[in-house]
């Protein structure tokens, strides 16, 4: 059937390689690589492609885009603005989209698949966080990642000056008012970022290399590292059947997941190439170019800067003046602390938790969110917070569509996003504990199947099954919290690692993370814990009153 | 690399046939159950989540059926040569009509080509990857493996002999008994570190007082020295000075910049100077306005003057609502009031928006002098 040999086209040119290499003990070992297989890992994949795709339309860009702001009189193809002074990164790109064929494709694609990658990106580090994939050994790769987001942000701002069109100048206009309000060097970063006063001839250049050439160069070693890690530590895997943490289950790298990836990759950029023909993105040419002293109202920044908008638009007006200086804080805070938060608060959370639950183990399995009730409920507050400055980025809109109040959303906001995360905290905390009840009751009484069932003397009862083996090994992979040594001994002799102040704000913390976990267990035949109805193997029933 | 392929078909095999026959119509009979009318359907029956966590290749594990392969393999084959139809298709519309007439020039024929090239670029993209994933789902025989996970971490053996051989080597080249050395070198690579730094002073001039004055001070300057009272006004666009009597009705706003900034600026600096110097006019009604201490001959007949830039980060504030008198700036909703010195009303703006002193010669509305603090965002140096 197979054959044993490869043809003597290919068999050749490997030896040829191997002779040199030594690459066909490598490929040997790679070849048929176990890739387990779950929708969410695609999330990552979506954002690698993303970003070939970008590179790829971006090349085709820099062949035409001019990174000047020598002011030109435009008189081209798009007949409405002949005559008009702009600059010629601006004349530029309206050659690209009117007189490049294909330019205003690659154009629209370019920037349709920034946003898709920032949004990929995103939802990749949910599906990690939620189901504690960036525990050990996994934290290189999670600290990678948050860079290659922040990174992503900047250069997504520094693509989007580059045209110089009005909505552009406007971003840059906002990034000089944040660059000149850092205390003690503002003014001077701000003259050498510029070249001089805002906007001068230098900025649309300089941003143009790094936008280019240094970013772009930097997140690609970045998504060399990450890809090589998690080739190196292989993939972790979702808690289903076959799936634990000494083995990995699932199809082999060739063919079945190199077919599905480029696949994947296809869809990837066919999706995009749909979007760039049929759905408009950046339409430049309706803005005109910059001008310091026009605007058009709901400006609004790309998805990714909607927090830091939404953060600049909702924060009181503080500011403070005292011997001859100024700071203003009500560019400074939104500017730096709600990111901030999320950002650090992203790194150093896998550390923390580990010293909080004292797990120094390794994990390839991942955790049901459920089964992690403290960090999820966590990560929906981070959620919350960001969504909520997220949505605020755009409140003018919402104050036009739905006739509501400016002010009064503003101050909704205001007290939102304090007043949101936590709510998201408790909220989803409760949610996860009541799944581990349901998963307990399934796991000690079995599943409600839908029959009724007469007994001898008339009572009615619903018979319960075991659950399916699938489900079964899905639900008992939840790790039951075994509750840590007392914080004091009886001769009252504190334990290890709970001395002092962080010790005990470690215990404290651990109690936090495991007092209210509910043991889901398989009880071989006597009591159970909750109902204190047995039998999980036979078919057993249980009255409808309970 | 450490990873070895100790495939175990054997153990995942042995599910397989099972695992094969799921996705078949043989699963209902598998286990017939007594089911009581008119109760809800057993939830086993439900497809389960957990089920759908491997999408396996169908034919995994099994033979696949001849027949029902040849017809997947040719409803790929449609789909490859539908992708083929797609770039073949990008290539001729490319070559054979868009450059027809002289080349695409204009909104409509950039739009036309964009439709067809993306349209075709898409066809093909999406075609390709239905094609292959009807290929992996349908043809391809795999069976789903098992290998191992290791943990990545040497033996104690290979760290023991790593942290011998790094120490033997610091030893070896005397860096740990040498202390002249190790420190001379630390020192000589400090400095280095600065050196990119220093090299990026001259990305810009350094701040000095750029930031507290605009062209209007060197406009006003200009005109005093012709024995005149101030500058004039010009309408930003139009470029034509302006009478009061062009803006008589009250509740309007217009932008306005100094006279001469487009001749009397460099060209590149133009802009630079107009996004200092813009300001906009307003004409408040005369019963509503209350003249700031000090500021009480700043305005014509309550025509007043403010910076445009918005004192928050610089946004132009553009939007004048005329029944409430207030400036709005459109990037973050600040709000100032115009008829009282342009006070913050809402909004993150601190400070409200710098007033343009004004007067009028022979006639015309002239700024007698530059704002008397800076315009735009705060700064540390502001004070």
């Given amino acids: 059937m197979s054959q044993t040999t490869a043809p ?77 002074k702009m600059s010629q990164a601006y004349a530029s790109t309206l050659e690209i989209s009117f007189d490049v064929r294909g330019g205003l494709l690659m154009r629209q694609i370019h920037h349709w698949a920034a946003v898709l990658f920032m949004a990929s990106i995103l939802a990749h580090m949910l599906r990690v966080f939620f189901t504690g994939a960036y525990r050990k050994p996994r934290e290189l790769n999670w600290l990678i990642g948050i860079g290659m987001f922040t990174l992503g942000m900047l250069e997504g701002l520094f693509g989007y000056s580059l045209p110089d069109d009005l909505l552009s100048g406007t971003g840059l206009r906002i990034t000089q008012g944040v660059t000149e309000s850092i205390p003690l060097v503002g003014t001077y970063l701000y003259m050498f970022l510029f070249g001089g006063e805002f906007p001068g001839q230098d900025i649309v250049p300089r941003l143009f290399t790094i936008h280019v050439l240094l970013i772009p160069g930097l997140i690609l070693g970045m998504v060399t590292a990450h890809m090589m890690i998690m080739w190196h530590q292989k993939h972790t895997a979702m808690p289903v059947k076959n799936q634990t943490e000494q083995q990995v289950y699932g199809y082999p790298f060739y063919p079945v997941f190199m077919a599905k990836t480029g696949a994947y990759f296809l869809f990837t950029f066919g999706v995009l190439a749909l979007m760039g023909a049929f759905v408009q993105i950046n339409p430049i040419w309706l803005f005109g170019p910059y001008d310091p002293g026009a605007i058009s109202a709901g400006s609004q920044p790309d998805w990714y800067m909607g927090v830091l908008e939404g953060a600049l638009r909702i924060m009181p007006n503080w500011e403070i003046s005292a011997w001859g200086h100024t700071v203003s804080f009500n560019v400074l805070i939104p500017a730096t602390v709600p990111l901030g938060i999320i950002f650090t608060g992203a790194a150093v959370w896998p550390f923390v938790e580990a010293w909080v639950t004292g797990d120094k183990r390794h994990h390839n399995v991942n955790t049901r969110p459920r089964n992690a009730p403290v960090r999820t409920a966590t990560g929906m507050a981070a959620v919350t917070f960001y969504g909520m400055l997220w949505i605020a980025g755009a409140n003018d809109v919402l104050a036009d569509k739905f006739h509501l109040s400016m002010f009064g959303i503003t101050w909704f906001f205001r007290v939102g996003i304090f007043i949101g995360p936590y709510l998201a905290f408790v909220i989803t905390k409760r949610i996860c504990l009541g799944l581990q009840r349901k998963d307990a009751n399934i796991i000690g009484h079995g599943e409600e199947s ?14 319960h099954e075991p659950a399916r083996e699938e489900k079964r090994v899905t639900i008992l992979s939840k790790e039951n919290t075994r509750p840590e040594a007392p914080a004091k001994d009886a001769r009252g002799i504190p334990a290890p690692g709970s001395k002092g102040p962080l010790g005990h704000l470690r215990s404290r913390l651990n109690r936090a993370w495991t007092f209210d976990d509910i043991p889901v267990e398989e009880h071989e035949h006597g009591e159970h814990g909750e109902g204190g109805h047995g039998g999980v193997e036979g078919r057993e029933s249980r009255p409808l009153s309970r | 690399m450490s990873d070895d392929n100790k495939d175990d078909t054997g153990a995942a095999g042995s599910e397989e046939p099972r695992r094969g026959a799921r996705g078949g119509d043989g699963r209902r009979e598998e286990a017939p159950r007594e089911r009581v009318i008119r109760t809800p359907s057993p939830a086993r029956d439900k497809e389960l989540l957990a089920e759908g966590d491997i999408s396996a290749p169908a034919g995994a594990g099994e033979q696949l059926d001849e027949a029902s392969a040849k017809r997947a393999e040719r409803v790929v084959a449609t789909f490859f040569l539908l992708a083929f139809a797609g770039s073949v298709g990008f290539i001729a519309y490319y070559i054979g009509w868009s450059g027809r007439d002289g080349g695409m020039h204009g909104v409509d024929r950039a739009r036309e080509s964009n439709f067809w090239l993306g349209g075709m670029m898409a066809l093909s993209f999406l075609a390709l990857a239905i094609g292959v994933t009807i290929w992996v789902r349908r043809l391809m025989t795999s069976k789903p493996i098992i290998q191992e996970r290791h943990l990545p971490a040497a033996d104690e053996e290979t760290r023991a002999g790593f942290n011998e051989d790094f120490m033997e080597g610091a030893v070896d080249s005397g860096i740990t008994k040498r202390p002249l050395l190790r420190r001379t070198l630390l020192l000589a690579s400090a400095p280095l570190g600065l050196a990119p730094l220093v090299l990026l002073r001259d990305l810009g001039p350094l701040p000095e007082k750029k930031l507290r004055s605009t062209f209007w001070a060197k406009a006003v300057e200009e005109a005093h020295k012709q024995g005149k009272k101030g500058v004039r006004l010009v309408v930003d666009g139009t470029n034509r000075p302006l009478r009061v009597s062009d803006f008589s009705s009250p509740g309007s706003m217009i932008t ?7 001749e009397h600026v460099p060209e590149e600096q133009v802009l630079t100077e107009t996004a200092k110097a813009v300001t906009i006019l307003i004409n ?20 007043v003057a403010y910076s445009k830039i918005c004192t928050h980060v610089g946004c132009p504030a553009a939007l004048y609502e005329q029944t409430t008198h207030h400036i709005l700036c459109p990037c973050h909703q600040s709000t100032f009031d115009a008829t009282n010195a342009a006070k913050v009303v809402f909004g993150p703006a601190a400070r409200p928006l710098p007033q343009l002193p004004l007067s009028v010669e022979d006639g015309y509305i002239v700024a007698t002098s530059d704002y008397h603090e800076p315009i735009g965002p705060s700064f540390w140096e502001r004070g």
Avoid: C
Wanted: charged content about 20%.
């Fill in chain 1, 8 to 84: 003597q086209s290919v068999d050749a040119s490997l030896n040829w390689l191997d002779d040199r290499l030594g690459s066909t003990t490598f490929m040997k070992r790679n070849l048929k690589k176990v890739f387990p297989d779950h929708w969410s890992f695609m999330l990552g994949e979506i954002a690698l492609y993303s970003f070939i795709i970008l590179l790829l339309t971006g090349t085709f860009l820099t062949l035409w885009f001019q990174p000047s702001m020598q002011e030109v009189v435009y008189n081209g193809s798009y007949t409405k603005l002949n005559g008009v």
């Fill in chain 1, 450 to 463: 839908g029959i009724i069932m007469m007994s001898p003397d008339g009572r009615y009862s619903e018979r």
């Fill in chain 2, 256 to 262: 306005v910049l100094p006279e001469g900034i487009e």
């Fill in chain 2, 284 to 303: 408040v009604p005369a019963d509503e306005f209350k003249p700031a201490k000090g500021r009480e001959n700043w305005h014509v007949n309550g025509i």
